[in-house]
């Protein structure tokens, strides 16, 4: 069955750039949606953005700061979130979101990574 | 930008007993786009409705959703002991603030 797992530094200091990568295993990212959503220690949870087919969207909130990608040769995707400070402190998920194309229904999530923590600390 | 309240903070029930949450939109969303999500402590959220209605892979139908317009509810018909959790409604990319439901 379809698994994610995300990887990257726990810890990132102020100011620079939180970088995470998702590796999907057992079905290929060049169809569905795949986000990132994350969620500050004991606080509920913040949509970050996806990609599809290569195109983006991200929330307006984080947009400036935030770039996803993917590899399809890897069947990997990647966050970068630059000039982090400690309110970016969270545990960070690669999701994803099942519609393809044309679908009636709305965005959910179907499929979650175990997420990992990243703190922004000195 | 469409506001999610989830006004119940915390839910205390017993075992057996029926559960209601309820999620209000701050204007009126699309049906096909409320979606429901279980979360135990130290663990990744996991879907169990979506369409407002439709239960996810794997759910049991104890489980149900309904609502429509800015009104929106989850419903656990008898709770079982691994019920107890926090439920998160959402809308396309906003989130609402979460239930805990935990035994009293």
């Known amino acids: 069955q379809v698994q994610l797992q995300e990887s990257g530094p726990g810890l990132v200091k102020p100011s620079e750039t939180l970088s995470l990568t998702c590796t999907v295993s057992?079905?290929?990212?060049?169809?569905?949606?795949w986000n990132w959503i994350r969620q500050p220690p004991g606080k509920g949870l913040e949509w970050m953005g996806y990609?599809?087919?290569?195109?983006?969207n991200y929330n307006p909130s984080l947009k400036s700061r935030v770039t996803i990608s993917e590899d399809t040769s890897k069947n990997q995707f990647s966050l970068k979130l630059r000039s982090v400070t400690a309110a970016d402190t969270a545990v960070y998920y690669c999701?994803?979101?099942?519609?393809?194309?044309?679908?009636?229904?709305?965005?959910?999530?179907?499929?979650w990574g175990r997420g990992t923590l990243v703190t922004v600390s000195s | 930008e469409i506001v999610l309240t989830q006004s119940s903070g915390t839910l205390s029930l017993s075992p057996g007993e029926r559960a209601t949450l309820s999620c209000r939109a701050s204007q009126s969303v699309s049906s096909s786009s409320l979606a429901w999500y279980q979360q135990k402590p130290g663990q990744a959220p996991r879907l169990l409705i979506y369409?407002?209605?439709s239960r996810a892979t794997g759910i049991p139908d104890r489980f149900s959703g309904s609502g429509s317009g800015t009104d929106f509810t989850l419903t656990i018909s008898r709770l079982e002991p691994e019920d107890f959790a926090v439920y998160y409604c959402?809308?396309?990319?906003?989130f609402g603030g979460g239930t805990k439901v935990e035994i009293k």
């Open positions: 057992g079905g290929s990212i060049s169809i569905y949606y």
């Open positions: 369409a407002t209605s």
């Open positions: 990609i599809y087919s290569g195109s983006t």
């Open positions: 999701v994803r979101d099942p519609r393809k194309s044309g679908s009636d229904y709305g965005r959910h999530f179907d499929l």
């Open positions: 959402q809308h396309q990319d906003t």
